[in-house]
């Protein structure tokens, strides 16, 4: 099993900064892709932003210069660094990440995690 962990979520005021951070336990070979989504009440889930092996980054329009995901591959740690927080950027985040097993010959897995709160005030 690969289990993720979201963490670093909390309520704050608007231009605030929040740090996520997602931690990959278990039979963890190895990490391509780590994503972070998030979903608002009444809305679909959206994509954020997107992390692969080369350190290579992708972000919704919406987040771009204002949030910045990273990794530590040691650690099987991804991190999204949120700033210039907004209200419309209030939304339960998760974390996503793919890879492989420790599993001979290595399985794929594909995980979530139970999310973490963001809430932004006016």
């Known amino acids: 099993q690969v289990q993720l962990v979201e963490s670093g979520g909390g309520l704050v005021q608007a231009g605030g900064s929040l740090r996520l951070s997602c931690a990959a336990s278990g039979s963890v070979r190895s990490i391509s892709t780590m994503c972070w989504s998030r979903q608002a009440p009444g809305k679909q889930r959206e994509l954020v932003a997107r992390i692969i092996n080369t350190g290579s980054t992708n972000y919704a329009d919406s987040v771009k210069g204002r949030f910045t995901i990273s990794r530590d591959n040691a650690k099987n740690t991804v991190y999204l660094q949120m700033n210039s927080l907004k209200p419309e950027d209030t939304a339960v985040y998760y974390c996503?990440?793919?890879?492989?097993?420790?599993?001979?010959?290595?399985?794929?897995?594909?995980?979530w995690g139970r999310g973490t709160q963001v809430t932004v005030s006016s």
């Open positions: 996503n990440a793919d890879g492989l097993r420790y599993d001979w010959p290595p399985t794929p897995y594909n995980s």
